[in-house]
């Protein structure tokens, strides 16, 4: 399935999406594809995967030392699209990359998103492209059908955000803070009031990410929007080995 079937289905039967946020590498290749399986079978909606990078403006400690083990780890982008492209056909889950800019222009843009699309990969997210710029890596993405997804901050003008998403596709990612991914302990009123700002004028699922991290959180967001990323408590569980709660929070 790919996004849009996905959040159409999610939407018809009145649920809201959960998508887990996992950096690659962290742990090694072998678990990455153990990962990927466990997150499908828990019933993720979508997975997004981080790319680690040495510089990730945009991260928290979590996500910061999740993605430095990957790269002690020797990490590598061809590494991880060889592990990708094993464990597409063994899962639904839609796959969304999220990388910074760099690796990609290091990589190669067209390499890249030949790669992306041989390993089954429905949407890229990159936080440091700004939108002004984004033909640099949409126009070859556009080609294969692979979705740029925009972010929007509760600092984006809503003319703004109007404009982006009327070009978007796949969903809209509505950073729910003003700061670096991680936990937080909980969201004023404005936050919500935000959501559901975006919610009006965007013509896309919005999705709402950074600092979720409990059930409780989970449903509040899924009250004013279409669904949850959750990053950083993911990755924490996920390397402390509490399945359990995993499973508790994508259901929530
Ligand atoms: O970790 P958090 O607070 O749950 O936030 C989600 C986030 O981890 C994930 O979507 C993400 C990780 N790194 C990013 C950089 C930019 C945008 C989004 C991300």
Known sequence: MNINDVLNKLRETGRKAFVPYIMAGDGGMEKLKENIRFLDEAGASI?????????????????????????????????????????????????????????????????????????????IIVPDLPYEEKSIVSDALERVGIALIPLVTLTSPLERIAKITEEAQGFIY?????????ARRDFAQSQFDYLRRVKEVAHLPVLAGFGISTPEQVREMGDVCDGVVVGSRII???EQGRYGEIRELIGS
Do not use: H
Request: charged share 20%; with cysteine.
């Open 47 to 123: 997975l997004e995967i981080g790319i680690p990078f040495s510089d990730p403006v945009a991260d928290g400690p979590t996500i910061q030392r999740a993605g430095k083990r990957a790269l002690d780890n020797g990490t590598t982008l061809e590494g991880i699209f060889q592990a990708l492209t094993e464990v597409r056909q063994q899962v639904e889950v839609p796959f969304v990359l999220m990388t910074y800019l760099n690796p990609v222009l290091a990589f190669g843009v067209e390499r890249f998103v030949e790669r992306c699309q041989g390993a089954g990969v429905s949407g």
């Open 174 to 182: 509505a950073v729910t803070v003003t700061g670096v991914t991680g």
């Open 236 to 238: 924490e569980l996920l």
